[in-house]
DNA sequence: CTGTTAGCGCATTCAA
DNA sequence: TTGAATGCGCTAACAG
């Protein structure tokens, strides 16, 4: 099952003990210390002539900036830190695209953590970029409490939330506006027709599927309409199928609201196996625009959040706290989620 | 659209003149400098008083080690540096989780770049990790030369590649047998009774898929079968269904091997469309073991890779090569795929 | 077990 | 423009 195969030892580069350093670039050179620093740092301060003499030490050396030693003597760093809350997530995976353009733009580079839904590992990242003092921190957190990363931020670390359950006042947080994607979804199902809806709760506990129910609520409120909400055990298309058969057995549900796309699509293989056509008899919206949603057989309506902006506003608001630590105004923005009408919600 | 909420400006910590050093804790806890690294670092040469007078005092002060003063006294490091391709392919985010728990087991940390497919972004975060002077570096690097790569690896950071394209042998090397993959995909479709097959060649330079290629062919040559050849723009549903409606329409094919998943779902809803059944009239079988592949519809048969295993030994080989720089053997560790058979494929 | 000291490699003065 | 000196905050080695 495995095969290996193996090959000789290294035999380059270790002769030398550890890595050159400046001062051997320098002598190499035939400079002195501070004007390789300048090559490097000032290039505009050195005569052509010394850089290339410097350039060619440099690529003949090998020579590689020690950045530990750089940032302490420098006293900063141009890292970003991005802490993510799942990595397989595709809301997460955008916000670090954006992010990641936005600190390209900033001539600043971004290194990723994977907490992986763990408050450990989540802490553990926090501190670590801490301990690297990173220029600022990004954190996707988890819906809990944020004693530790107020405790980073507060002696002094740049940092803003992204997607954080709650509006924190003492932190920079770039949202999406969860009530009114629940919103969104049920009032197009009710302007599709639709009479009797049900909600399916996955983690019931999460900030993000109660905001969500929430606007599901007013939407059904406002239109003298009935909702019936089920709470699933996740948010995967298993879960949509398994209770997609069970409410749809006898209730006369007509529209379903999904905080998952997944989920949708479990509903409507159940509606499918139940002889129940969509977007005829039912009527199902999702959540999250996930890249599959619009190919599969009924291409899924869902709600889609704007990830890629939320890595960009929460890389600004970063740079904002970096430049102007003293007198910056921490600000919650609330980005608005976005309905994406298909074919399993229009009739 | 965008509603922001604004709050009062940072108002702790800040009035601190930068952070407090260990110095600092020292003279608070009444003990000298080294008694404080000490408790950081070697806690049993403690006494638990002395000890406990420290640790009050760095939360008093809300010390936090500074990890580039620490790396440069320590010449070292105990941080592993992940390049990934694409953060958004489950492949790769396997490979993350394995080598997230295989850091874990040793007390390293571990942290994630995106190269997103983009050579120079690549490279870029090679040198940062390089002069990060990490413990380690494990890259899935992109189909092409790896220059840069062996540079950095040349001169001393350790170094394991993962899923790259060709066994190098200066280089450790953890991969996935494609050619297998692609046999037993056609071997499979074979065995079902299949004999008219095709192949979908998305993205037909990268190794992945014509060493799938490879082993395609090899299985119909021994089943004295046929096989088309199409290739695909690209790995998407999409390409699946306009390539399927295409091939589908004359050529009595009754078997497509498919590189991914969703080319897989494509060519079964195209089929679908078509009024041709699967699994009766077509097999299919596609590749990854994408979450929604089995899931589907019809559930689709597919090749799964050992993503987190990779990652794993990505790990075990880098920690040897770090613990033995000397006379550690580069070995290329090649993994079977496995063959998940599910509805899509089976009679 | 505790305290002292000498660098780690670099950026950054400030003179020349 | 260039070069010599200072110290960033910490670890490790060693003497007490």
């Known amino acids: 099952m495995v095969e290996s195969q193996v090959s000789t030892a290294a035999e380059a580069g270790d002769s030398r003990r550890g890595n050159p350093r400046i001062q051997d670039v320098a002598r190499r050179a035939g400079v002195a210390i501070g004007t390789v620093s300048n090559v490097l740092n000032n290039p505009d301060l050195v005569s052509e002539q010394t850089r290339a003499k410097v350039e060619v030490a440099i690529a003949e050396l090998g020579f590689v900036r020690n950045s530990a030693a750089r940032a302490l003597a420098a006293r900063r760093t141009d890292t970003v830190g991005l802490v993510l809350t799942d990595i397989a997530n595709s809301l997460f995976v955008d916000i670090a695209r954006g992010a990641d353009s936005g600190t390209a733009r900033g001539r600043l580079q971004l290194l990723l953590a994977n907490s992986d839904s763990d408050e450990a590992k989540q802490n553990s990242y926090l501190e670590l970029f801490d301990q690297a003092r990173v220029a600022g921190i990004i954190l996707a957190p988890m819906d809990r409490p944020l004693e530790a990363t107020l405790a980073v931020h507060s002696h002094g670390r740049p940092l803003v939330l992204v997607n954080a359950p709650t509006a924190e006042p003492r932190l920079c947080n770039v949202i999406v506006n969860e009530e009114l994607g629940g919103y969104l979804a049920a009032s197009h199902l009710l302007d599709q027709g639709a ?106 309506s869902t709600v889609s959040q704007p990830g890629r902006r939320m890595g960009e506003l929460a890389v600004e608001l970063l740079l904002e706290e970096i430049s102007q630590p003293a007198d910056h105004l921490h600000q919650t923005v609330t980005l608005d989620p976005r309905l994406i009408p298909r074919r399993s919600s229009l009739r």
Chains 1, 2 share one sequence.
């Open 195 to 300: 009479r009797r809806l049900a909600y399916l709760a996955g983690y019931p506990d999460l900030h993000a599927i109660t905001g969500r129910l929430d606007g599901v609520r007013r939407a059904v409120a406002g239109a003298g309409a009935s909702l019936r909400v089920v709470e699933a055990p996740n948010l995967k298309i298993g879960s949509g199928r398994a209770l997609g058969q069970q409410i749809l057995q006898s209730d006369g549900i007509d529209g379903v609201v999904c905080p998952s796309d997944p989920l949708a699509i479990g509903v409507i293989q159940a509606a499918t196996d139940l002889g129940i056509r969509v977007p005829e008899e039912l009527l199902v919206v999702g959540y999250d625009d996930d890249h599959f949603a619009s190919e599969s057989a009924i291409p899924v």
